[in-house]
């Protein structure tokens, strides 16, 4: 009884604090920028964000949410399904009586793992490549179109280490490579990571990133072995978050 109220009373705070979910891209990686971790193979996550206007591309020129859902399929490949609502204002439907949130942008999201964290030698990262969004229907099918439809489009090849710093400490160094062809929302780049799990609390992960565009700090918590929560600090000072549910089917 007492762990539902004390669930009952995270996500209620979650909640006052405009969260809605886990990454913001509804995939596995830091705060906005990608890794070379992977889940578990055959894990499940279904989620949501409060998206901050200063993390979106300025087609969303106010605050928003996204929701997802998330599966490892096989131990190298990851899969996800995410939406992020738009205002019915920004369509110009106000004038047809829709108000708020009343459409939606989807996409998919694929990571694919070439390598594994020591796979060869000691030393060797784990290796990524992936995509998001990477068609518009606006233009027939076309990949990474340089404007309409696929704003979140990106493609990347991710690098991540673990590095053994004092005592049991080890911090995680993920670097990526970024390409998209927007001209309104470019991320091409270099984008670094930095990652840190307590060894006396790993359930915490404190996370510093550059994402090609921007800096940001923020910190994952990992509560009943399910529910993921995330927080963000996009430029250091605009606030995004969110919550996720995971589970590792059998």
């Known amino acids: 009884m007492m762990k539902f109220k004390l669930l009952f009373i995270v996500l209620l705070c979650c909640l006052s604090l405009s969260i ?3 990454l913001t891209y509804g995939t596995t990686g830091l705060l906005h920028a990608p890794s070379a971790e992977m889940q578990p193979d055959k894990t499940f996550m279904v989620g949501g964000n ?6 979106t591309p300025p087609t969303w020129y106010y605050h928003t949410y996204n929701y997802f859902l998330n599966i490892t399929i096989f131990p190298w490949m990851e899969v ?3 939406c992020t609502l738009f205002k019915a204002e920004a369509l110009g439907l106000k004038p047809y009586g829709y108000s708020g949130f009343t459409n939606q942008d989807r996409y998919f999201s694929l990571r694919l793992r070439a ?7 000691e030393y060797m990262p784990a290796v990524v490549v992936g995509t998001s969004d990477p068609f518009t229907s606006s233009g027939g099918g076309v990949i990474s179109s340089t404007e309409g439809n696929g704003y979140y489009s990106r493609f990347y090849i991710a690098a991540s280490k673990h590095v053994p710093i004092v005592g049991k400490e080890e911090i995680g160094v993920h670097l990526s490579y970024l390409y998209n062809d ?3 929302y470019k991320l091409n780049g270099f984008a670094l990571g930095v990652t840190y799990n307590p060894s006396f ?6 996370i510093a990133e550059y994402d090609s565009k921007d800096f940001a700090l923020g910190a994952t918590y990992l509560l009943f072995n399910h529910f993921h929560i995330q927080v963000q600090m996009q430029k250091m000072q605009y606030f995004s ?4 549910y995971q589970l590792r089917l059998k």
Request: glycine share 10%.
């Open 182 to 184: 927007r001209k309104e």
């Open 241 to 244: 978050g969110g919550l996720t």
């Open 115 to 121: 390598l594994k964290e020591g796979q060869f030698w």
């Open 20 to 22: 809605s979910a886990q």
């Open 80 to 82: 996800a399904y995410t």
């Open 201 to 206: 609390h790993p359930q915490l992960r404190l």
């Open 50 to 55: 409060f998206m901050n206007k200063e993390l």
